[in-house]
């Protein structure tokens, strides 16, 4: 607007407060500019030199079956939308550094397809196909939004919704949040009455600021002293044998191995862990140090483990990317009892969780570890441990269940997910496709079930005598597969006898 001062101060009152509101409303839709987090500036790092990287994307698939209410379900998002300042967040460079933009308003309009013309056969496939393009979609962090919404419509009481979002604004406790929120809010609008949700104390962008002043001083010496302790004295790079070599620039393509276990086993877990003072995440974290160790022979083990990074009551029900990884560097050495292993995982656990308020991507800037794009730095395997709020996600007069995501992608050469349930312990190992072969994969779980399967017996059994047993096993399963592999080309060539004879 060039309307200048003397201009104005001939205008009658209403053209004035015509003027003022266009100003307001010119204000009102200029976005606001804030540092980024550590961790998000880690991926917009990432984004930088690899861009249109979708291994950061995050999904929620899930079918509805009930009478959906899309003018409802839309409000609920836009609520949400408004609700979180980061939903509605890009990022930019400027003046070379990069740049939270939080705009106030982003308008969302859900489009339903209508597939309900189509068999149920090619309806699952449509599913199949959308959910592996939207995990494969990437986002251009310079615009908004950076999350998508798909719905389908089976039929007129079967929907599948898929929520896809960019890791930098979010993270797997944030999508809870997400869900929790969505169903409040849907109620609310289906009961005719206001959503009770409580007011958010902060925004992301505040946690942005407060981390970056937060660690300085004498905070951020104890944290670095700590660390430095950790990972000095030449940290050892966990050397696992691989059935493929190590390409020069990965394909993030990866798989995933799933092994349950059963609700039975799980209370025999919970009760040794009771016994030796651990938790039941602590005691199969041990059993698969010892596992990593029967593979690359080496006395000291480093992984990565999560933390959900929200121990202040400010940050519970944010949306954001919060998550922290740790460090947790592992002696084996001296043939300890699986026992005394326990204990030395405890301790190590424990101190980094004391300071986890350290950001590992100002630990990677600190310490400049060896970075290449086919390794991840410090480590190259994780155990996530992941937790369930919510006895019950569903929507009113609606049904919920979750769509499993065909597509794994992984920054990692493995990550194995521990997840307690009512039916026991569910774990997935998921493994880089361009290192491993699903074959070795599956005697990597069986090992480890079979690591377990004596250690809750038999807390007191010494490392090397476990490792003997596996040892034995593997080769009585190397036998056994000759032997069958043996049979199978037999059956093979009298199959091809036969065909010969008989021409």
Do not use: C
């Amino acid at each position: 607007m060039n309307t200048t001062f003397n201009e104005i101060s001939q205008l009658n009152p209403a053209e004035k407060r015509e003027i003022l509101a266009q100003i307001l409303e010119n204000q009102a839709i200029k976005p606001q500019y804030f540092p980024l987090s550590f961790a998000q500036q880690r991926l917009w790092f990432v984004e930088q030199i690899q861009p249109g990287n979708s291994s950061y994307n995050i999904l929620l698939a899930i079918r509805l079956q009930g009478a959906l209410n899309v003018t409802y379900l839309e409000k609920s998002f836009q609520e949400i939308i408004s609700r979180h300042e980061i939903l509605r967040t890009s990022f930019i460079a400027v003046k070379g550094e990069p740049q939270q933009v939080i705009y106030p308003h982003l308008p969302l309009k859900l489009v339903v397809f209508d597939i309900q013309e189509l068999p149920a056969s090619a309806q699952e496939q449509e599913i199949t196909n959308l959910v592996f393009q939207e995990s494969q979609q990437p986002f251009d962090l310079t615009q908004i939004p950076l999350l998508r919404v798909k719905i389908l419509q089976l039929n007129p009481q079967e929907f599948v919704l898929v929520l896809t979002m960019h890791h930098i604004i979010t993270d797997a406790w944030s999508i809870e949040i997400f869900v929790k929120e969505l169903i409040t809010l849907y109620q609310g609008f289906s009961d005719q009455q206001p959503a009770n949700l409580p007011e958010l104390p902060i925004q992301y962008a505040d946690f942005a600021v407060w981390q970056r002043k937060h660690l300085t001083g004498k905070v951020l010496e104890n944290h670095l002293n700590y660390w430095q302790k950790q990972l000095a004295n030449n940290l050892p790079e966990l050397k696992l044998p691989t059935d493929y070599p190590r390409p020069e620039i990965p394909t993030y393509q990866g798989a995933k191995k799933t092994l349950v276990i059963s609700q039975d086993f799980t209370e025999k877990i919970k009760k040794v862990s009771l016994q030796l003072g651990s938790t039941i995440f602590m005691t199969l974290l041990a059993a698969f140090e010892i596992l990593l160790h029967y593979y690359s022979h080496q006395e000291e083990i480093v992984v990565g483990i999560d933390v959900a990074n929200r121990n202040r009551a400010e940050t519970e029900r944010l949306i954001g990317f919060f998550v922290n990884q740790l460090v947790l560097r592992i002696s084996v050495a001296e043939n300890p009892t699986f026992q005394e292993l326990l204990q030395r995982v405890k301790s190590v656990t424990l101190d980094a969780f004391s300071h986890q308020d350290l950001p590992f991507d100002l630990l990677v800037n600190t310490f400049n570890p060896k970075r290449s794009l086919n390794t991840s730095p410090f480590f190259q395997v994780k155990v996530v441990l992941e937790t369930i709020h919510s006895s019950s996600l569903d929507f009113p007069e609606l049904t919920i269940n979750p769509i499993a995501n065909p597509s794994i992608q992984t920054q990692l050469d493995l990550l194995l997910r521990i997840k307690e349930t009512t039916q026991g312990i569910i774990t997935n190992l998921e493994y880089s496709t361009d290192l491993f072969a699903e074959a070795t994969i599956t005697r990597m779980m069986n090992n480890w079930q079979e690591i377990l399967n004596q250690v809750v017996g038999k807390p007191d059994l010494k490392l090397a005598t476990l490792i003997n047993e596996l040892k034995t096993a593997d080769l009585q399963q190397d036998k056994q597969n000759k032997v069958k592999h043996q049979q199978e080309f037999q059956q093979k060539l009298k199959i091809v006898k036969r065909k010969i004879s008989t021409n």
